[in-house]
């Protein structure tokens, strides 16, 4: 009620939770044009609505997101349950949370010039995406959004692929160095906050791997590390799936 009516593009977000038909229970994403304050959260322009539509949702995602918040995982995000009404017809319970990425109210950088963002997952679906040479991971490129950058004009192709090209380099060389028992690209403090809340709430999903972010606050810098975070995704937990 304290925030004042303002314009909002909404759009469908997810994979195996977005599906059915139109008036099905399903998650959506969030931006304003300017930043916004909802329930006295840090303010931002993106944000999301979860559908809790998966048996057990209203409070798997709620208390990993606490936990992580406790054990102090990097960007970790804050739930507000609400009841969601649109054009006044109620569509049940939702969690209410910010959209990770590079904004004060989520992984918040003094300069994001050079920063990026991954998610490793198997739905391997983004507009940049590359396996790396020693695990065959799918690597999905988040943050730059590489696709926007080109439709604003904001970048060339050839400079896109210039970037993404430093990207692949950049991550090889990280997982290069893991698989030989390496740390010097990694900020081993944060990922072991990242498995301290996968390992409480018996979130299996990294093994797939699906929805596990990471960044690197500056890819142009050898002594940049690679920090995983924020946690993310907490459906299938807590042995929901055996």
């Known amino acids: 009620p304290d925030m004042a009516e303002t314009a909002v593009q909404i759009r469908g977000r997810g994979n195996t939770s977005w599906s059915g038909s139109y008036s099905s229970k399903n998650p959506y994403r969030l931006k304003f044009a300017s930043k916004v304050k909802p329930f006295g959260m840090t303010k931002g322009k993106s944000w999301v609505l979860l559908s809790n539509k998966q048996t057990g949702s209203m409070t798997s995602n709620a208390l990993a997101m606490k936990i992580a918040d406790m054990v102090e995982s990097r960007g970790c995000n804050h739930v507000i349950p609400v009841e969601l009404y649109i054009n006044g017809y109620y569509r049940g319970s939702y969690n209410f949370t910010e959209n990770p990425g590079f904004s004060n109210n989520s992984i918040d950088l003094d300069d994001e010039t050079n920063a990026v963002m991954l998610e490793l997952d198997s739905y391997y ?15 999905n490129v988040k943050e730059p959004d590489f696709e926007d950058d080109i439709n604003a004009g904001l970048l060339t192709e050839g400079e896109v692929e210039e970037r993404f090209s430093l990207i692949q380099q950049n991550f090889n060389t990280f997982t290069q160095d893991t698989k030989f028992g390496g740390t010097s690209h990694l900020d081993v403090d944060a990922f072991v906050r990242a498995m301290l809340v996968n390992d409480l709430v018996r979130n299996e999903e990294y093994k797939h791997p699906k929805s596990w972010k990471l960044y690197n606050p500056d890819i142009t810098n050898s002594d940049s590390l690679w920090t995983f975070g924020p946690v993310w995704d907490f459906d299938w937990s807590y042995g929901y799936d055996g």
């Open 125 to 139: 679906d983004e507009y940049k995406r590359f396996r790396d040479t020693s695990y065959n991971l799918p690597v």
